[in-house]
């Protein structure tokens, strides 16, 4: 047989590279924003017409291109921030992958101007559909104007699958407010359709919110800093007597990027305790720095999800500096006043008046104290040597969420059956010989982040974080697939409020999510009421896990033939997860052992990252011959 395989054309390889990064209007302006901070812009003016669909144009005044970088910015894999691998892991840019400028030329008709400091004249390129129109001198000011147009113009069929404008616009706005608030250094205009929408001055973060979200919002920040080893956090809380039902005003930046992050949401919403209004949301504005080395930022370009190396640390971090906070500025009190007249006590409130004195004795409790004496400056950097003893101990007692109990249903579940799972597997030698004589008793935990078992060969390291995923992930399509879960019927049904598209996400997903054992319901406008939950989770968690869905399903690329329950299976897993961090006592590491070898693919986490890796005794030998 002849030879069939053949190299795709350039310009099919960017349009299908434009799928995944282009997805709508405000996809353009995140990526045209975010390259001219990444030019080191001090003034950035963003231009939309009709939405983004006829234009949208990015101006700013950073270091320009010359002629060759400007031809060669629309190449794929085209980039000047990385150079090696390596570099990723020390990302100080917005951009690194190249893709952006290429994939948006092979879908819109693209006019870049550009002028560097030093040269007398710019450059000017049109560029349609990957193909190059026009390449002349052309007299500009020192930056770079990108004008995109008629996006999708080749593309029927995406063009077609756009909101209405209010809708794109809506993405568009938060787009640029999500840049806007994670550089307030840098001064931003927007105009939408000649009209003015936002000019943001150069200012610093409070003033960059208020202009943003209006002057009235300034008298319910109240500010959050704390500064440790391992995260710094800067940024504000909203007072809880001005929360609102609705999601919205929920920020959360890392290294100046904006992302969403269902875990630490749910940290931050946990040290507001009591203190919310039945059913209302924490909103805050939270600026996390961490050394770009200790998180992942997720392989695909549109999402706004992050890994962090110590999750559960942060997330204990996070909470008690936002309960340190309420507390220092007597947001208590307050509270109180406010709330007899109110008559939207939740029940379970007035049942635990106590607790509201509780944070009032706490105010001017310093979690960090024992930290901050031994070198509050010498943060992140140390934090590998530093960090684990102080940490456990430290929140011991604050967090509720503690592992027995979030893996108790690891302990109790089907155990005979992940026995004869086991059992099989090994004689199918599925997993060689790996697991044959592992000595069960002898699993021990490192860092809270690895277990580590003797097996005949050698040794075998587990991560419980992604290990726990793949077990749960199998687990939750099983349920799915074959029906059978366990739920865990409510007392109190939890009523939670969500957007009409977010219960609509729901009811698509109600099946599913009823076979994995939640049960749903939707009793008026605005509602979802969940009255049982997988007997896996604890109800504090289902909040996280919902959460983590919803933002898993939005973000899923659309037409990219994703399945939903396997969607649904990974977004569960992932959020359900034991956190790196987590202590896990001796049943625990030992039913996670064994429950990951009876996976029908032990190897790798359901994000294909390897859940464990063996070191033999030749090679532990040979270290220590070496
Ligand atoms: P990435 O941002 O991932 O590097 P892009 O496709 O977004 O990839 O951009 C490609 C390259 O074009 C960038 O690395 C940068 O060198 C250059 N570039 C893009 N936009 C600008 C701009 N506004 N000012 C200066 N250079 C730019
Ligand atoms: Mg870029």
């Not at 031809?71 to 990302?91: P, V, Y």
């Not at 943060?379 to 430290?394: D, I, L």
């Amino acid at each position: 047989m002849s030879d069939i395989i053949e190299l795709l054309p350039d310009h099919v390889a960017n349009q299908i590279a434009a799928g995944e990064v282009v997805q709508r209007p405000a996809s353009v302006v995140k990526e045209l924003l975010e390259n001219a901070i990444d030019a080191g812009a001090s003034q950035i003016k963003l231009l939309v017409k009709d939405a983004g669909r006829t234009l949208v144009q990015v101006i700013d005044d950073g270091k320009g291109m010359s002629t060759t970088d400007a031809r060669l910015s629309f190449e794929r894999h085209a980039t000047s921030k990385i150079k090696s691998a390596d570099d990723l892991f020390a990302l100080c840019t917005k951009g690194f992958r190249g893709e952006a400028l290429a994939s948006i030329a092979a879908v819109a008709h693209v006019e870049l101007k550009t002028k560097t400091e030093n040269e007398e004249v710019g450059t000017r390129i049109e560029i349609e559909g990957s193909t190059i129109k026009e390449q002349e001198v052309c007299a500009t000011i020192k930056g770079t104007s990108i004008a995109v147009k008629n996006l999708f113009y080749n593309i029927p069929a995406r063009r077609n699958f756009l909101k209405s404008d209010n809708v794109e616009l809506r993405h568009v706005i938060d787009e640029f407010q999500r840049v806007a608030l994670a550089h307030e250094g840098i001064g931003f205009v927007m105009y939408h359709n000649d009209n003015e929408l936002f000019n943001l001055q150069r200012a610093n973060k409070r003033q960059r919110i208020v202009s943003i979200f209006g002057t009235k919002t300034n008298e319910k920040l109240v500010p959050v800093v704390e500064e440790t080893e391992i995260v710094e956090i800067d940024g504000f809380i909203i007072k809880p007597e001005f929360s609102k039902k609705t999601k919205g005003e929920q920020f959360f930046f890392v290294n100046d990027r904006f992302i969403k992050h269902p875990y630490l949401n749910h940290s931050v919403n946990a040290a507001f305790d009591g203190l919310l209004p039945d059913r209302s949301r924490a909103s805050y504005f939270i600026y996390l720095k961490v050394d770009p080395k200790t998180i992942d930022i997720n392989i695909h370009p549109t999402k706004t999800e992050v890994k962090f190396e110590d999750e559960h640390a942060i997330y204990n971090l996070l909470r008690a500096a936002v309960k340190h906070s309420l507390g220092q500025f007597n947001i208590a009190p307050i509270l109180d006043f406010n709330r007899e007249s109110n008559m939207d006590t939740p029940y379970s409130y007035k049942d635990k008046a106590v607790e509201v004195p509780r944070v009032e004795v706490d105010r001017n409790f310093n979690p960090f104290e024992t930290v901050t004496s031994n070198g509050r400056s010498s943060h992140v950097a140390n934090y590998e040597k530093k960090s684990s003893a102080g940490w456990e101990t430290m929140y011991e007692g604050l967090d509720r969420r503690t592992t027995e109990s979030s893996f108790s249903s690891l302990q109790i579940e089907d155990e005979p059956e992940g026995e004869s799972l086991f059992v099989e597997h090994e004689s199918k030698g599925f997993t060689e010989n790996k697991q044959t004589d592992r000595d069960a008793a002898n699993t021990y935990q490192i860092h809270n982040k690895y277990v580590v078992s003797a097996i005949k060969s050698g040794m075998l390291v587990i991560d419980q974080n992604r290990a726990h995923q793949r077990v749960l992930y199998e687990e939750f399509l099983r349920n799915i697939t074959v029906k059978e879960s366990v739920s865990q019927q409510l007392l109190f049904p939890l009523r939670l409020d969500y957007s009409s598209s977010e219960l609509a996400l729901f009811s698509s997903l109600k099946e599913s999510l009823e076979n994995t054992g939640f049960v749903l319901d939707f009793p008026e406008d605005g509602i979802l009421e969940v009255s049982g939950i997988p007997a896996s989770i604890q109800e504090s968690e289902v909040s996280i896990v919902l959460e983590q869905l919803l933002s898993d399903v939005e973000q899923e690329v659309p037409n990219a033939g994703f399945s939903q329950t396997d969607v649904l299976a990974k977004s569960m897993a992932k959020s359900m997860a034991v956190k790196t961090g987590e202590k896990l006592d001796d049943l625990s590491r030992e039913h996670l052992v064994n429950k990951l070898f009876a996976c029908t693919e032990p190897t790798l986490s359901p994000f294909y990252k390897k859940t464990f890796i063996t070191l033999t005794v030749d090679e532990l030998d040979r270290k220590f011959n070496a």
